[in-house]
């Protein structure tokens, strides 16, 4: 699976971006999707996950309400809204697949996409 992030940039505090992530390869629809993101001089972190289904979901406590994840299965494509965005949230994003179920864990994904760059300002 060869996987594609797209959608990030420069915004300010408060905005709203969406992040794609288009996958070719191997039955994209059999994979469980998780996005993750690493600041700089941290380590990656998990950000959400959605079933290869999309009928289940998992965040990370610090995006839980501001962030959604879904997916278009028939597009090859997995979503991340982010909404009221802070300036903590600001990173490279990461989009990875695995073909067993949900895991908030990076080294559990099967393949990974090269990161779209998020920067918020205050």
């Known amino acids: 699976v060869q996987l594609q992030a797209s959608g990030g940039g420069l915004v300010q505090a408060g905005d709203s971006l969406r992040l794609s992530c288009a996958a070719s390869?191997?039955?994209?629809?059999?994979?469980?999707t998780g996005w993750f993101r690493q600041a700089p001089g941290k380590e990656r972190e998990f950000v959400a996950v959605?079933?290869?289904?999309?009928?289940?979901?998992y965040y990370a406590g610090s995006v839980k309400g501001r962030f959604t994840i879904s997916r278009d299965n028939a597009k090859n494509t997995v979503y991340l809204q982010m909404n009221s965005l802070k300036p903590e949230d600001t990173a490279v994003y990461y989009c990875?697949?695995?073909?067993?179920?949900?895991?908030?864990?990076?080294?559990?994904?099967?393949?990974w996409g090269q990161g779209t760059e998020v920067t918020v300002s205050s």
């Open positions: 959605i079933s290869w289904s999309g009928g289940n979901t």
């Open positions: 390869g191997r039955t994209f629809s059999s994979y469980a």
């Open positions: 990875a697949v695995r073909s067993k179920g949900l895991s908030s864990t990076p080294a559990l994904y099967d393949y």
